[in-house]
């Protein structure tokens, strides 16, 4: 003995066995009882110190502990029956026999300590923590009545670790003679089902204060600890589920937060929705349901049947039917007959039961706002116990959290597939070919925010020009889509009256302002908000007019420079009202690329803004330049770079790239027209020659009367001086006739009596397009003739 391990050896016989049956232990107590020494007996086979017929009374006593009376050989050749309690390690056996098993002597101060018939556990120790008495329900928790344990200590009693700990407690209250309490999971029964317990432990003195025990008295809170560890579940349930708004992901989440905490295999099924979107409201059997997810404790989930995306049929004496169909859950404990009767139907459900033992299952209706959505399916294998009435409640408590996390994940999948659809057929579908720029786009509507309001165009405008459009409506869903479609509406009716840029954004500007206002504000702050950049440019005269309202510069690269960014006035962002905007005029070579883009490409939450507009330099400075396609590759470079690889970018992005053509001279006539009438005809004659010149004779006598109509209309009510030009590229031949006056022509339809006014509507029906766009000196009317018959 010593101070920290008060203990006398040889009160308790100890002998330790390896696998192979072979002593590897024997200490005091053995040799007191039997007379052998260790010399003598380790090493040697343990069955040689068992007498004849000794081995039968051995039982097992729960635990993977054996205990039993069994007759020993003495080293002076006498036979003695012993009881010995063996517990298992993992190199062999301990084997303990208590040699001080005589009760209490009746003025043992031991003897004075009341055990009190009560449900608690109690036990009294002496000095050297050996048994000296206990209870009923402490004997019942150790398995063995207390004569077999009298005289043993913890570890002698069992041998697993949570035994080590509390007698290590036990001996620091002898020390301190202070009590002391531990909380401990104990394997109980032969199912090794975990129960929880609080030993307390308190010193037993006597009048002197010496310590001449210990006295234990140990509380069974297993609920607690079951009702602790289930609200612990649903905590965790509540932070873990639910975490984006994607069905299949938050099937997942489900099956994550239940396996191994509740079940050993959790599977999610789910009714397809009905034409509407919504899952059906009558169901009746043979259901199908479509695997969302599934969870197992092996790796790969070998035992499920039915792979995530798949369907699988349940007939109507199926638990998931049975389940789904009358919205209540059900438990089953193998074997059950009702499902024994359904899996003899289903063989490879029940070969895949049998192979990994399924001893107990659980399936829980789905339901969210009064409608079921599928089936949850809990199954036991590896854990020994069944589903109980409180594992029931503690599914349907998570499983009803998961409910609404998924059908809030099938409302936003359907709106926000109503609001890409309506984006997608408010964006245009293919960009218009023009003879000014050769154009590529791209949109992404957002992984996480949803579809938005980003929107671009390409819009022909008269004398071959081009008018390059990118813009974004604050926020996300329908109501932005919409938004955004009124405005790109908008755009192209100001567009198509050719209004300058900071004109139409002055305009566009006005609508959204009434727009805010339509949709109710009241507090002065704007409901609907816009960013917009709207370019025109040139073939002509090579030159592009901007201007922006809030939203971020284009990019440009000329033929063989350097990417940069285009300095442009900020400009407020549309919906403020009664702000100014501003525009800036850049000539461009023949052959620039132009980037037009929102801001959902380059913000993000991993980098700053500087940084990507950098990346995005970068990106265009490795464009092809002209070439089929090299546009649409600059797009998908720019796209790989900047946005994340894990598909989570925040908000969506629209691109528009536009490499500008130029119009060569020799494709453009200009004259100077004398205010004469008298000089129509001379001006005819050069444009005949002209046409002829270009090899477009064929055309000549829709322009000679387009022309004639123009010019006698500009010299008779415009103001000189007046000019006439022509364009054509391959497709179309241009007319233009520009004079100094702001009033513009309209067309009318002549009576029968009047000598004029039939002018306008001639060249109406011999044109394609026609009209007039004010200038700074005045106004132009123009008309479009088709060169190329429609085939």
């Known amino acids: 003995m010593s101070p920290d391990h008060p203990f006398d050896e040889a009160s308790t016989a100890r002998a330790a066995l390896d696998g192979d049956g072979t002593l590897t232990e024997w200490n005091e107590g053995a040799r007191a009882l039997l007379g052998w020494t260790a010399a003598e007996v380790l090493g040697r086979p343990a069955a040689e110190l068992v007498a004849d017929g000794g081995l039968a009374p051995v039982a097992g006593l729960g635990g993977d502990r054996l205990g039993g009376t069994l007759t020993l050989r003495h080293r002076d050749g006498r036979t003695l029956p012993v009881w010995l309690l063996a517990h298992p390690r993992p190199d062999g056996w301990l084997v303990v026999s208590p040699r001080h098993t005589e009760p209490l002597a009746p003025g043992d101060p031991l003897n004075h300590v009341d055990l009190i018939q009560s449900p608690c556990a109690m036990a009294i120790h002496d000095d050297q923590l050996r048994l000296r008495r206990a209870n009923q329900a402490m004997t019942d928790v150790l398995g063995l009545p207390e004569e077999r344990l009298r005289g043993l200590r913890p570890t002698e009693m069992s041998d697993l670790p949570h035994t080590h700990e509390l007698e290590r407690h036990m001996l620091q209250v002898l020390a301190s003679g202070h009590s002391t309490h531990v909380g401990t999971y104990v394997p109980v029964g032969a199912d090794r089902k975990i129960d929880a317990w609080l030993a307390r432990m308190a010193p037993i003195t006597e009048a002197g204060g010496r310590v001449l025990g210990v006295s234990v008295a140990a509380h069974d809170f297993t609920e607690q600890y079951l009702a602790r560890e289930r609200l612990q579940l649903v905590n965790e349930a509540s932070v873990r589920i639910g975490t984006t708004l994607d069905v299949t992901r938050t099937a997942q989440e489900l099956t994550d937060v239940c396996v191994p905490a509740l079940a050993d295999f959790v599977s999610v099924d789910l009714l397809d929705p009905a034409d509407g979107g919504d899952p059906p409201v009558r169901v009746s059997p043979p259901v199908t349901l479509r695997r969302s997810a599934h969870r197992s404790v092996h790796a790969g989930t070998p035992e499920a049947l039915v792979k995530p995306g798949d369907t699988d049929s349940y007939p109507a004496e199926s638990p998931q039917a049975k389940s789904l169909l009358t919205g209540r859950t059900i438990l089953a404990t193998l074997p059950d007959r009702d499902i024994d009767e359904w899996l003899s139907r289903d063989r490879p459900r029940r070969d895949r039961a049998l192979e990994y033992g399924v001893r107990a299952g659980m399936c829980v209706p789905i339901r969210a706002r009064g409608?079921?959505?599928?089936?949850?399916?809990?199954?036991?294998?590896?854990?020994?116990?069944?589903?109980?009435?409180?594992?029931?409640?503690?599914?349907?408590?998570?499983?009803?959290?998961?409910?609404?996390?998924?059908?809030?994940?099938?409302?936003?999948?359907?709106?926000?597939?109503?609001?890409?659809?309506?984006?997608?057929?408010?964006?245009?579908?293919?960009?218009?070919?023009?003879?000014?720029?050769?154009?590529?786009?791209?949109?992404?509507?957002?992984?996480?925010?949803?579809?938005?309001?980003?929107?671009?165009?390409?819009?022909?405008?008269?004398?071959?020009?081009?008018?390059?459009?990118?813009?974004?409506?604050?926020?996300?869903?329908?109501?932005?889509?919409?938004?955004?479609?009124?405005?790109?509406?908008?755009?192209?009716?100001?567009?198509?009256?050719?209004?300058?840029?900071?004109?139409?954004?002055?305009?566009?500007?006005?609508?959204?302002?009434?727009?805010?206002?339509?949709?109710?504000?009241?507090?002065?702050?704007?409901?609907?908000?816009?960013?917009?950049?709207?370019?025109?440019?040139?073939?002509?005269?090579?030159?592009?007019?901007?201007?922006?309202?809030?939203?971020?510069?284009?990019?440009?690269?000329?033929?063989?420079?350097?990417?940069?960014?285009?300095?442009?006035?900020?400009?407020?962002?549309?919906?403020?009202?009664?702000?100014?905007?501003?525009?800036?005029?850049?000539?461009?070579?023949?052959?620039?690329?132009?980037?037009?883009?929102?801001?959902?490409?380059?913000?993000?939450?991993?980098?700053?803004?500087?940084?990507?507009?950098?990346?995005?330099?970068?990106?265009?400075?490795?464009?092809?330049?002209?070439?089929?396609?090299?546009?649409?590759?600059?797009?998908?470079?720019?796209?790989?770079t900047l946005l994340p690889k894990d598909d989570t970018a925040c908000d969506d992005v629209a691109l528009l790239l536009a490499r500008t053509r130029g119009l060569p001279a020799s494709q453009v006539a200009t004259w100077d027209i004398p205010a004469d009438p008298a000089l129509v005809a001379p001006v005819r004659k050069q444009v005949l020659d002209q046409l002829g010149d270009w090899g477009l004779s064929e055309a000549s006598f829709t322009t000679e009367l387009v022309v004639s109509e123009l010019v006698t209309n500009a010299i008779r009510y415009g103001a000189p001086p007046i000019r006439l030009r022509l364009i054509h590229d391959e497709t179309t031949l241009i007319c233009e006739v520009s004079d100094t006056s702001h009033t513009a022509p309209h067309l009318r339809r002549a009576k029968t009596w009047d000598e004029g006014g039939r002018g306008l509507l001639l060249v109406a029906q011999l044109t394609q397009r026609w009209g007039s766009r004010h200038t700074t000196e005045g106004k132009t009317i123009w008309a479009e003739l088709a060169l190329l018959e429609d085939e």
């Open 371 to 640: 409608t079921t959505l599928g089936i949850a399916v809990f199954a036991r294998y590896r854990r020994p116990d069944s589903f109980t009435a409180d594992d029931a409640l503690l599914a349907e408590e998570i499983t009803a959290h998961a409910a609404v996390c998924i059908d809030n994940a099938r409302r936003y999948s359907r709106e926000r597939e109503t609001a890409l659809a309506l984006q997608r057929s408010l964006l245009p579908r293919t960009l218009a070919h023009t003879a000014a720029v050769a154009a590529a786009s791209r949109y992404l509507p957002a992984a996480r925010a949803g579809v938005g309001g980003d929107w671009f165009d390409v819009i022909p405008l008269s004398g071959m020009r081009v008018a390059l459009v990118v813009g974004d409506v604050v926020g996300h869903g329908v109501q932005a889509s919409a938004t955004m479609g009124r405005l790109r509406t908008a755009v192209r009716t100001l567009a198509d009256i050719d209004l300058a840029p900071e004109e139409l954004l002055t305009h566009l500007d006005d609508l959204v302002v009434r727009l805010s206002e339509e949709t109710g504000g009241g507090d002065g702050s704007p409901e609907v908000g816009a960013t917009c950049l709207y370019a025109v440019y040139d073939p002509v005269s090579r030159r592009c007019t901007m201007a922006r309202a809030g939203h971020p510069p284009p990019m440009l690269v000329a033929p063989g420079g350097e990417p940069k960014e285009i300095e442009l006035p900020a400009g407020p962002p549309l919906g403020l009202g009664g702000l100014p905007f501003e525009a800036a005029e850049l000539s461009l070579a023949e052959g620039t690329l132009l980037a037009f883009f929102t801001n959902g490409l380059i913000e993000s939450h991993t980098r700053d803004e500087d940084t990507a507009r950098r990346m995005l330099l970068q990106a265009l400075a490795r464009d092809g330049g002209p070439g089929d396609g090299s546009l649409e590759r600059t797009c998908d470079r720019v796209l790989h």
